[in-house]
Each structure stands twice: as C-alpha cells, then as structure tokens.
C-alpha cells in the first residue's frame, strides 16, 4: 500500500473515532511515535495523517503535551435533498428577494449571514495595505497607464506559477485578466452563446447567474445537484442534446459547498469534448478547502481547449479589488477581443499588488490561516443550528467554501421568514434566490465567514426560534 495513500486512512479511523465519540473533546490522542508502531508506518506517514487532521481543525497540538482532540464533527442532522431536473424559459426571477437581501448592507448593525463575502476581521487588511503602498512607490508611471488588453503579466505569469493544480498545462499566455469572476462568466458566456441558447446550471445555483443568463437572452437547465459530489452526471446526459454550455462550480459549489470527485470531473470533461460542448468552470471556491490538498480542476483533464477555468481573489482576500481571471483555452482571442470592446483593459494597481502577494508566499500563508478559521466556524455553525433549530432540519457539510445551506421543514417559507429576522437584526439569504423555478422556499443560505463571537451565537439562536415559532 502506498503510504501516501495510508496516512489518509489512519486519519479516517481517527477522525470516525471522534465522529463516534469513541474520542471525546480534549481527550489526548496517541503520540506520533505511537502511531508509528501502532499501523507499523514511518514517522512522516504518522505526521501527514495528524497534518489531516489539523487542516480539518479535528485535534491541535499543545506544546510538550502532544495532540489533543479539538473539535467534534459528529452530526445530528441529514442532508439536504436532491432537486428535481427543471428547466426554465427565465420567466421567474426572484429580483425583488435579491434587491431586499442588498438593500440590508446599509445598515452595519444587522448580521450579515446572506451574503457570500468573508468578514474583514478574517482578511490580511494591513498587510494589504502595506503591498499597495510598496506596490504604488515602485511602478514607474504610477500605474495610471494602460495594461495590454490581455491584463498585467506579472500577474498572469504569478498564476500560472501558482496554480499548480493545472499541472503545468496553463502558461501566462493562457490566462486573460478580468474585474472579478463573474466578469470572467459573462465573458465566457457572451463568447461561447447567442441569445436563446441554453445552458446547462447547478440546482440550487448561486443567484447572480441566473441574473447574467437573463440579460443576455439565455434560457437555462437546472441540474440536479447532490449535496455532497456536485452535479448528478446521468441528469446532465439527458439534456445535452439541448445545451450549448454549462456553467459549473466544480469545487464547493455555491450554496451547497459540495465538491465533484476527481473521476466525475475527468468523465464530464470527456462527456462534453465528445459534444463539442463548453463548460465554464466557476473555481472562485476552490483555494478554499478543508482537507489536505487542493482538489483538482475539470481544466486539468481539458486536452480539446473546452474548459473555460475562471477565478478570482474576491471570496478569499481582496473583494473590493475586483481582480479575476479565466484561461478559456481554444475562445481565449474571442474573450480578449470582447475585454478590448468593454473596458480596454483592467487597472495596473491592484493586478500588480495581487501578483505581489501570490509571488512571494503572503497569500498562501494567508490562507492556511484562513481555511483554518473557516473550518472551525463551520463546525460552530453546524453545532449551533443542531442546538437550536427544529429537529427536522437538514444542514449541508460543505468540504470547502464558507457557505451553509440549510433545507428546514415544508411548512416553512424563508421569503416570509425573512422580514421577520430583519426586525431582529438579522439578515440571510432564503433558498428561492438560488433557482428559476418556484422552489426551495423552506430553504436558506447561512455565511459562515464571519467572526465566531457570543453574539453570532446568540443570533443563530434567534434565528432558530423564529424558525420554530414559524412551523
């Protein structure tokens, strides 16, 4: 057996042991030495297993004590459920439900659980700062000048060095820069569609691109989705006579936080080349992880130029500094020529302090860090909710990401919930914002990228009640 293999199974048994409550918070675990013996491993396959374990912020280790149980994962709760195959002629847009839940950032006293954007306490804001000044001091025209229309290269070269999950196949030449990723979609849409096309989305699915579908004169399928391995492969067969895209977050998905295995991926990549079908792979998620490693990408088995792979450092460091990008391999000169029609090229300034921080290890640094707040505000999140909310509930266990969704009892109507959680200071996002279809009413999105505080607690509990006092 091969040890890299191994350490991932030592790690299971243990982590299923504290999901059990074989082991309990606190308790002590064996020494790596121990585990050494015990599984008859080297001493870097008991490390790697408890390094696992770590990232999922399951034990800590305490200085010259050893390793200790820090968190329980284990669930009360189920599942969400599986929608059914919809299709939608756009007719049905929930813009009033989306305007209300923006309308609230007004004001700074209600708690933001709608909205998928990480609290700035869980952001390097100074050290972002300090890179802008450095950044500003040193570009020798101040940066007021224009970029080449394919975006700035040192940002382009830092993240094809970066991005190591492609395996190599992505060069700077690849990659155009963009304001955002879903500046990055609505490209790729416009380069790949003509109005009345349809294309193929995630159920439940992030609520902004049924919006971008709709403005440029799109119809959409929505495929079923599964909570845990994304999109459900035999669904999208059935349709792909009838699609001229899909659109898909392969990666923790937005709102299920589900992540499609790496043998799903290699087989829709291989679906869709048969087809001659594009897939424009939303990865804004995928830095994000609570496992190990970073999961692979449906753009590394992409040998026909199809997959459109876009991203951006908006969920994970700078949301305000719109910097995105997409390698949309064989359209890459119908995007470029797009970008020079709409906004020429993107600012100087903030590509360059992003290439800054990818170049020399800050955000990489950064976001070891912030995995490990979001795990552990996940885990709070799913234990607040088991604690407060009907026992009927079911709760989403994300892999990635910093999204909750929470599927409650039929009875329930989140859009009537939500005003009365507005009086309350407390703002969500309700489940009938992320379809076309009239459906996941009993539904909510919960971020969980906030600051972990009494308060949050309190709040989820408020939250709980009015969902109670609803059935």
Excluded at 73 to 93: A, G, M, T, W
Aim: hydrophobic letters at 35%.
């Amino acid at each position: 057996m091969k040890e890299n293999t191994l350490y991932t199974k030592i790690a299971r048994v243990i982590e299923e042991q504290i999901e059990n409550e074989t082991l309990k918070l606190g308790d002590k675990l064996p020494s790596i030495r121990e585990i050494r013996s015990f599984y008859n491993v080297s001493i870097n396959t008991a490390i790697q297993a408890y390094l696992e374990l770590e990232s999922k912020s399951l034990i800590e280790s305490r200085p010259k004590s050893g390793y200790f149980v820090s968190k329980t994962s284990r669930r009360k709760f189920s599942l969400p459920s599986i929608s059914k195959l919809q299709s939608s002629n756009n007719e049905k847009h929930p813009e009033d439900l989306i305007t209300k839940v923006f309308e609230t950032l007004r004001d700074k006293e209600i708690t933001q659980f709608s909205l998928g954007v990480p609290d700035k306490s869980l952001l390097p804001v100074a050290r972002l700062n300090k890179s802008t000044m450095q950044v500003l001091n040193r570009l020798e025209d101040g940066g007021i000048n224009y970029e080449p229309v394919q975006g700035n290269i040192n940002l382009r070269r830092t993240i094809a060095k970066w991005s190591l999950v492609l395996e190599g196949k992505v060069t700077e030449d690849d990659i155009v820069t963009t304001s955002g990723s879903m500046n990055s979609i609505f490209n790729c849409l416009m380069a790949v569609t003509k109005p009345g096309d349809t294309i193929a989305i995630e159920s439940p699915v992030y609520f902004g691109l049924p919006q971008i579908l709709g403005s440029l004169g799109l119809k959409a399928i929505e495929i079923p989705t599964h909570p845990v391995t994304g999109v459900e492969l035999d669904a999208l067969k059935k349709v792909l006579h009838k699609i001229s895209a899909c659109c898909f977050v392969t990666n923790f998905s937005n709102p299920l936080g589900c992540l499609m295995p790496e043998e799903h991926k290699k087989e829709l990549v291989k679906m869709l080349t048969a087809y001659d079908i594009p897939l424009i792979e939303d990865d804004i998620y995928g830095s994000l992880f609570f496992g190990s490693s970073r999961p692979t990408l449906c753009k590394t088995f992409d040998e026909a130029g199809i997959v459109m792979w876009c991203s951006s450092v908006s969920k994970s460091l700078a949301p305000g500094y719109r910097v995105g990008w997409v390698a949309p391999g064989k359209f890459k000169e119908k995007i470029i020529r797009q970008k020079l029609l709409q906004t020429i090229s993107t600012p100087t300034l903030y590509q360059e302090v992003i290439a800054d921080f990818l170049e020399f290890g800050r955000y990489d640094h950064h976001l070891r860090t912030f995995r490990k707040n979001l795990y552990a505000n996940c885990l709070q999140f799913q234990r607040a909710i088991e604690s407060y909310f009907p026992d009927n509930t079911k709760v989403s266990q994300p892999q990635g990401g910093f999204v909750l969704w929470i599927e409650l009892d039929k009875k329930i109507d989140t859009s009537e919930l939500y005003a009365t959680a507005l009086r309350q200071k407390i703002s969500f996002a309700p489940g009938r914002m992320f379809t076309l279809r009239d459906q996941y009413r009993n539904c909510m999105r919960l971020n969980f990228a906030l600051e972990w505080s009494e308060k949050l607690e309190r709040d989820l509990k408020k939250l709980g009640n009015i969902v109670k006092n609803a059935l």
